[in-house]
């Protein structure tokens, strides 16, 4: 049962909860709801053709490819399936999970099919490059990323090539996954009952508002799930056909169960429903009935929202904290803190992590105030909810945290002794902890995400019992929010003469690349600037650098002469 304690208008505002390598925030600053910038201008029909009379089985196989998106966007598979048999078609389950590809799919006929002129089975093999693959509730999971080959066996029905035998679920190239899948940020309350969390998913564009109320009722991505708490106590459905849309109201027909949450149950979940719905606007006008009952308005005066504080951006610059909000730099403390290899920074002090791995804490004043994790080495830290400080232990790997003094140690389940965990980062709202990791080359290398549980005084407690591969990208050394699920982040620069890779990702969910200053760089983080919410990066010569407006806009100098950065 929801507790009592989630007064309807008590609800606190989720705090922001940052991370830096060399960036740090403060906690004050205008209140903004950050909506996914690429929330589907993209979307384009596409209406394909069904099979042709007497066409090869490669032609075949390549039909059903290119009848598959359309499937998932507008005619629920209905061409897709003229391309299978009888039976194929009606044992084929295309939600059951979808693979992501790159390039073109490579389609040849396997060798011993190659001339066959009889009606005999005929063997099509398929060779993609798999990026990722999408499960049946729409959670998005990296695959290390290399070609598979699939098979497709053929045989004839009613003198025309159809495929009999083929793999569960669809595949869909990267370039049609977001004109045909929907993001979808489902809201969860997380366990402290005081924020909102995005629980990512890509839906099927045909119907994915029936799809999203469904999974959000169903509970948390299993990534997430111990760092949420279900709203869902008395195991409330959505009714056949339970979601239709008039001019702008968005109607949605519960199961009888709601009745029988409380008020203040129903208060969270009407407005899990408003913000999902309505890509995190508290405006979106939703009508939501139980068996004649009407709760439309069970939300008003609940202060939970996905909205975000957008924090000042820190530099440390010539032994001064300098502060980037305003137009013109402003120095807030002075230090004698002349080099770092990481530093985070907010209003309620911060931390600097030197180059032997000695995490030293800072106060709001700037005076270095003792050594933090007992004097262990640190790989990386980061800022967390309010004045949290996180940490990568060097040597044992385990995630350690700060907050003020009181300090715990977390273990990433799920990773062997050939994997070290490198850099992390916290998303706003604290609850979702992204992590690189390398290996000694005979284990899975890239980024993962992770729930962080949080008891009712906001403390963490734990982390979530899995986690979930977002990238396969290896090196990753520096990441940061952007908002609350544009997730950035680069490999090291300049490591053993690789060129720099840098990435972007609606999280979890397909990567794209996202672009530096040709100086590349070596600390990146997110904050206010000149009163605007910017991407920020270090280069190795000193200088800090804005992208403006978008993430694909161009760079402007905001600072020089810094030594480090701190970010969110």
């Given at each position: 049962m929801v507790a009592m304690a989630l007064a309807l208008a008590g609800c606190m505002l989720p705090m922001l909860a940052g991370c830096s390598n060399v960036l740090g925030l403060p906690e004050?600053?205008?209140?903004?709801?950050?909506?996914?910038?690429?929330?589907?201008?993209?979307?384009?029909?596409?209406?394909?053709?069904?099979?042709?009379?007497?066409?090869?089985?490669?032609?075949?196989?390549?039909?059903?490819?290119d009848a598959m998106p359309a499937g998932v966007q507008s005619d629920g598979f209905e061409t897709a399936r003229r391309f299978l048999t009888g039976s194929a078609s009606k044992w084929w389950n295309a939600d059951a999970k979808t693979l992501v590809y790159s390039n073109v799919p490579q389609i040849v006929r396997k060798a011993s099919s190659v001339g066959s002129t009889t009606n005999d089975k005929i063997t099509v093999s398929v060779r993609l490059q798999v990026q990722g693959e999408l499960d049946s509730h729409g959670v998005y999971t990296a695959l290390s990323e290399g070609p598979e080959?699939?098979?497709?066996?053929?045989?004839?029905?009613?003198?025309?090539?159809?495929?009999?035998?083929?793999?569960?679920?669809?595949?869909?190239?990267?370039?049609?996954?977001?004109?045909?899948?929907?993001?979808?940020?489902?809201?969860?309350?997380?366990?402290?009952?005081?924020?909102?969390?995005?629980?990512?998913?890509?839906?099927?564009?045909?119907?994915?508002?029936?799809?999203?109320?469904?999974?959000?009722?169903?509970?948390?991505?299993?990534?997430?799930?111990?760092?949420?708490?279900?709203?869902?106590?008395?195991?409330?459905?959505?009714?056949?056909?339970?979601?239709?849309?008039?001019?702008?109201t968005i109607e949605i027909r519960l199961s009888s169960a709601m009745h029988r949450m409380t008020d203040a149950e129903r208060a969270v979940l009407v407005r899990q429903l408003r913000l999902s719905l309505g890509d995190g606007n508290t405006e979106t006008d939703i009508e939501v009935r139980s068996d004649g009952q009407e709760y439309s308005q069970a939300d008003d005066g609940l202060s939970l929202s996905a909205s975000t504080t957008t924090e000042p951006m820190y530099t440390l610059s010539a032994g001064n904290i300098v502060s980037l909000e305003s137009s013109n730099a402003v120095r807030v403390a002075q230090t004698k803190i002349d080099d770092a290899e990481g530093f985070v920074f907010s209003s309620k002090g911060g931390a600097v992590l030197g180059h032997d791995g000695c995490v030293k804490r800072i106060g709001t004043d700037?005076?270095?105030?003792?050594?933090?994790?007992?004097?262990?080495?640190?790989?990386?830290?980061?800022?967390?909810?309010?004045?949290?400080?996180?940490?990568?232990?060097?040597?044992?790997?385990k995630v350690l945290v700060d907050d003020g003094g009181k300090e715990r140690a977390f273990t990433i389940?799920?990773?062997?002794?050939?994997?070290?965990?490198?850099?992390?980062?916290?998303?706003?709202?604290?609850?979702?902890?992204?992590?690189?990791?390398?290996?000694?080359?005979?284990?899975?290398?890239?980024?993962?995400?992770i729930g962080i549980r949080r008891g009712s005084n906001g403390e963490a407690e734990s982390l979530a019992s899995s986690f979930l591969w977002i990238s396969g990208q290896f090196g990753v050394t520096m990441m940061t929010f952007y908002n609350d699920v544009t997730f950035v982040y680069a490999t090291q620069y300049g490591q053993n003469g690789r060129a720099q890779i840098a990435r972007r990702q609606l999280v979890p969910g397909p990567e794209a690349s996202q672009g530096l200053p040709d100086g590349g760089a070596v600390a990146m983080a997110t904050g206010e600037v000149n009163m605007y919410r910017r991407l920020t990066v270090l280069d190795h010569l000193g200088v800090a650098r804005t992208v403006d407006g978008s993430l694909e806009g161009s760079w402007s100098i905001a600072d020089s002469q810094v030594t480090a950065l701190s970010a969110q």
């Open positions: 004050s600053g205008a209140v903004q709801i950050m909506q996914p910038a690429e929330q589907s201008t993209r979307r384009i029909f596409t209406n394909p053709a069904g099979p042709t009379k007497d066409a090869r089985p490669e032609t075949i196989v390549k039909g059903f490819f080959t699939y098979d497709f066996i053929l045989s004839k029905e009613q003198g025309q090539w159809r495929i009999g035998t083929l793999p569960s679920g669809v595949m869909v190239s990267a370039d049609d996954f977001e004109q045909v899948y929907r993001q979808v940020s489902l809201y969860r309350l997380g366990t402290s009952r005081k924020e909102l969390i995005p629980d990512v998913r890509w839906l099927c564009w045909r119907d994915w508002r029936s799809r999203a109320v469904k999974e959000l009722l169903a509970g948390g991505a299993e990534w997430l799930r111990d760092a949420v708490y279900d709203t869902n106590t008395e195991q409330v459905a959505l009714r056949p056909n339970g979601v239709t849309v008039h001019d702008s700037g005076t270095l105030q003792g050594t933090m994790f007992s004097g262990h080495a640190m790989r990386a830290i980061c800022k967390g909810r309010g004045g949290e400080i996180w940490a990568v232990d060097g040597s044992t790997g389940p799920g990773l062997d002794d050939g994997q070290h965990v490198r850099a992390i980062g916290v998303s706003p709202e604290g609850d979702r902890l992204a992590f690189s990791v390398d290996s000694d080359g005979h284990a899975q290398s890239g980024m993962g995400i």
